[in-house]
């Protein structure tokens, strides 16, 4: 009989709150900590520290280091995830509050779609399909737009530029990881990915002049304990729970943390963090979310490769 039918039913619900809600509330730790701690080099310290956790963990467990080949494949992703995607998300919420950065990272998705249609052929343009993309870009007109009387204020460009270049970089990566040679252990594979990327994100920040604004003494408790959420619970626990959920849940029931987390990055936000919540806030999270629902459900008929290391905060 097939183990997974004794598994405890709690500790498929703690998986499932530990990615819905951990990685939900890391947009608020990146907000607290950027605004301390240059961005890029906040970033480079998560990343490299859960980094060595998770590839020290895979490797005492037996797992082949990765090849010559893989670490070149590995290099170029992380370039791409890391110092595009998460190092423009860690600049914007310089600008921009975390839950509308969470909601603007839901256009994931509709970007992955649009490159499975245009460059890859892997997907046809449905109506539904159609459909939806233009609700998810309807939803960040919303949230970008100055015309409309929504209340509440409009996205900064540059942050909101910033957001969607982070969200094309994370679908070029997802088409890039389908043609590269990983090592097929998905804990080493993402160990190795955020090694490399703290390591580009150093560089890149040492190379922007970030180290001479970084003084440890005068960053607070505050942002010091941010830093701290966002390696352990942020990166370690909540992804060790994502690999045991996608060993005995289906990969649709796993994937909907795409479109919780950013409710909860959004109500995070608003109870601990001040941020408004304003008609605009709301429009927008519905449409983003809504066509978000919309691509995952027409995708899940297919058998689409996951990416990578997984795009949350």
Avoid: C
């Avoid at 966002?230 to 996608?246: D, R």
């Amino acid at each position: 009989m097939d183990a997974t039918t004794h598994r405890p039913t709690w500790k498929t619900l703690l998986a499932f709150a530990i990615i819905y809600l951990v990685w939900g509330s890391t947009f608020l730790a990146i907000r607290i900590g950027v605004h301390e701690v240059p961005p890029l080099l906040f970033a480079a310290m998560r990343f490299l520290v859960a980094g060595l956790v998770l590839y020290g963990w895979a490797s005492a467990r037996g797992e082949r280091s990765p090849s010559g080949r893989q670490w070149a494949s590995i290099s170029l992703l992380a370039v791409v995830i890391f110092v595009l995607d998460y190092g423009l998300l860690f600049w914007a919420e310089q600008r921009v509050p975390s839950g509308l950065a969470s909601v603007m990272l839901g256009t994931i998705p509709a970007f992955m779609a649009l490159s499975e249609i245009i460059f890859l052929g892997t997907q046809r343009l449905t109506v539904r399909l159609a459909l939806a993309l233009v609700i998810g870009l309807g939803g960040v007109a919303v949230l970008v737009s100055r015309s409309l009387n929504l209340g509440g204020e409009p996205i900064d460009r540059l942050g909101a530029v910033a957001l969607t270049v982070a969200s094309l970089s994370w679908s070029v990566a997802s088409a890039l990881a389908r043609k590269l040679p990983l090592p097929p252990s998905k804990v080493m594979s993402s160990g190795a990915q955020m090694l490399a990327g703290g390591v580009f994100l150093a560089l890149t920040s040492a190379g922007l002049g970030e180290f001479r604004h970084f003084h440890p003494w005068a960053v607070s408790r505050g942002a010091w304990l941010a830093l701290l959420y966002l390696i352990v619970p942020g990166s370690i626990v909540a992804y060790t729970a994502y690999v045991w959920l996608i060993h005995h849940e289906s990969p649709t029931k796993v994937g909907t943390y795409a479109y919780v987390n950013p409710v909860v990055a959004v109500l995070v936000g608003y109870f601990l963090g001040g941020e408004a919540l304003s008609l605009r806030t709301i429009l927008g999270t519905v449409f983003v979310l809504l066509s978000v629902v919309v691509i995952t459900t027409t995708r899940a008929k297919k058998a689409v490769a996951a990416p990578l290391v997984e795009d949350t905060a």
